[in-house]
């Protein structure tokens, strides 16, 4: 992913289009999103963040908008099972990507593992950074089903919980081990 056929376009259409680049923008285009495993369309300007996409058009309001500068980890999903913040990545650039939220993780009223587990630890106060850390040890836990103590703290390092319950956040990761994640 990247923004250099974005840019191209908007200071060369001509060229970027000689080259192969889609050309987008400068005015808003319609550009589907697989989220969740369903095809989802929104029509947005190319400066457009997935962040804004998905909470403005699309009403998927799990991840958060906290410092939207991609130093807090609250926006987090997975794009193509790695971990992103919604809020530095172009929606344009998530095109044709896998994208994961926390309102995939549900299967109808039956919480995802991770979510169950960060509940019975008592790992939420405020609950605005739970969103990020949730995509965050999914990510984990479906990369290293049985993460050690220092493997879990490397893959939560990039969320800030203001609240500190840092060590019950960990707890609950750690907590959750073999079986299905979803």
Excluded: W
Excluded at 34 to 63: C, F, H, S, Y
Excluded at 128 to 138: L, N, Q
């Amino acid at each position: 992913m990247g923004v250099t056929p974005v840019v191209a376009a908007a200071i060369a259409p001509d060229a970027a289009e000689a080259q192969g680049a889609t050309v987008v923008g400068p005015e808003a285009a319609p550009l589907t999103l697989t989220i969740n495993g369903q095809k989802r369309t929104v029509t947005v300007e190319p400066r457009t963040t997935l962040l804004d996409a998905m909470r403005q058009q699309l009403e998927l309001t799990g991840a958060k908008r906290v410092c939207d500068r991609g130093s807090c980890g609250a926006c987090t999903v997975t794009i193509d099972k790695r971990t992103a913040y919604a809020c530095s990545v172009l929606a344009v650039d998530a095109e044709g990507a896998d994208i994961r939220t926390i309102e995939g993780l549900t299967q109808g009223t039956v919480l995802h593992p991770v979510q169950q587990a960060i509940f019975e630890k008592d790992g939420t106060m405020c609950g605005f950074c739970t969103p990020g850390f949730v995509m965050s040890t999914v990510a984990l836990l479906d990369k290293t089903p049985n993460p050690t103590a220092a493997q879990a703290k490397k893959a939560l390092d990039g969320n800030i919980c203001r609240c500190g319950t840092y060590v019950r956040l960990l707890e609950a990761a750690l907590s959750v081990k073999g079986g299905a994640r979803g």
